[in-house]
Every structure is written in C-alpha cells, then in structure tokens.
C-alpha cells in the first residue's frame, strides 16, 4: 500500500502544479487527461499500452464514442484495426479498460458518462464491466440530487451498463455493483473514512489505480493471493465505507438491503442488528 500511495502522491504533484498555473477549465481537462495517460504509460507492465481513440466491433460494423484512454493489451494480434501513434481504432477484444477523464462531476458530465459506458457497452458486449471514470471536483454532493441524475438518464437498468467505477477525487467513488453481490444491483457509494490516516485524495486515487491494475491482472488471468484486489483489500476495508443506498437509472436513489461476497457470505442486510 505504501508504495501505490507514493504514485497516487505523484500524480496528484502534478495536478496541484498544474492547476495553480492554469484557470481555464478546458485546457485544465485536456491537460489532466494527458497527465493521467502519460503517467499510466510508465505505472503499467509493457504488455499493456495507453493509447487514446475508438473501439470499433468488425461483426456489428459499429464503433464507440472517442474515448478518453484506451488501456491496450498488446499480446492481442489483431488489436489494432487502425494507428497512428498514440491515436487507434481497437477491436473489442484487446481492450483492457477504457478511462473518461473529467475535470467536474455535475450532471453534465455525469450524462456524458452515462451515455458513453452505454453506447461502449455496446460495441464491446463481452461480460466484463471495464469501463471507468475519474472527476476531478464534485459540484454537488447532495446525495437527492445525484439521485436525481440517476433517474433522468433512460438508460437499461442493468449493471454492466453502468461504468465499473466513477471516482471523484474531492468526494468518494461509486461502484457497479451486480445481482450476485447486491440487492438490488446498481451503482454503490463508497465514501473515504475522516479517520483513516490518509488524504483522501490520496485514498481515492490510489484506489483508481489499483482498479485499472486489476484489470491488468484479470486480463493476464491472475486469482490469487498475491493479486492487487487481494493485498489492498485489508487497506481497503480501513480507508472506506460503503454507504447503504443503490443508485439505479430511471429510479434514482434507494435503500441497498443487502451486500454480500460472491459466495453469499453476508456482509450487510438491512435491518440486520
């Protein structure tokens, strides 16, 4: 943990940096996506590349948004469709996880969010949720007016066309959550302890780059103890909490009554003493 903490340090070095010495929010969006794909460049194994672009599926002719940061797995033959230096058109089955950078997290973006993981989804339909976001700053907290959000994006209610994570680093993270491990399943909030020792910005972009790390280690097949999930779930369980609500589309925010691990160990139930 401490050494992923030093990277998380790093990172967020260079946002501090940047955004003492640029107040336009644009180019300050253009920029922290440049900042996070560079830095994953030199975080991640050689197997795995950071390009930007598309996810094109050859059987449906159809393509995705352009997406922010395309995590590439490069033992993938027929990876890459179309390049030109760091800008590709990639098949589905190469990508590792795609990443949508936001400087604010209203509703704005979060809709742009929304509708992006959906339209991904359907071009990459394979049975892994692995697209994830990052935000920089929360423009609202208001757990009623998130849920609101929620309930304005007509979207299928079903997890895998949620993103996998949407952190946002001044605020907490929300985590798709499915059937098997929710009642009911939907969107998760998870929120940084005051007590934990850690910056929370430090917590929550640390957890952001274990997410895309383990991925990494799901794609080259590991499930064992030594996996990242694995070696921060103790550090994980200290630095935060789940919050008991599910955010659904079209419903907006309601009780979570229950959260269990995969083989139905129970780890919340609502009015459970």
Known sequence: MPLYQNYAKELLSKFGRLNELIGHAPSIGAFHENIVSNYLKNFLP?????????????S??????????????ENVPSAYLFKD??????????VVCAIEIKTNFDSESFKDISIKTDLYRKVNPYPIN?????????????HETIGKW?????????????PSETTVLD?????ASPEVHSTPPGMLRIMCNDDCGVDKEEALLTNFLFSILKFCELRDGKHNENTI????????????????????YGSGKVDLQEQRYTDGKIIYKRGAE
């Not at 050689?46 to 050859?58: A, H």
């Not at 605020?171 to 985590?175: I, N, Q």
């Not at 999930?229 to 659904?248: A, I, M, P, W």
């Open 229 to 248: 999930q694995s070696v921060f779930q103790g550090d994980y369980n200290r630095l935060f909490t789940l919050k008991h609500e599910c955010y659904k």
């Open 85 to 94: 230096g760091d800008f590709v058109v990639v098949s589905p089955i190469s």
């Open 46 to 58: 050689q197997r795995f590349s950071v390009k930007t672009g598309f996810v094109y599926n050859p």
């Open 171 to 175: 605020y907490g993270f929300f985590k």
């Open 130 to 142: 692995n697209f994830i976001a990052l935000c920089f700053r929360a423009k609202s907290t208001n």
């Open 150 to 162: 929620f309930a304005s994006i007509e979207i299928e209610d079903h997890w895998l066309n949620y």
């Open 60 to 73: 449906t002719k159809t393509a995705s948004p352009q997406l922010d940061i395309i995590i590439i797995d």
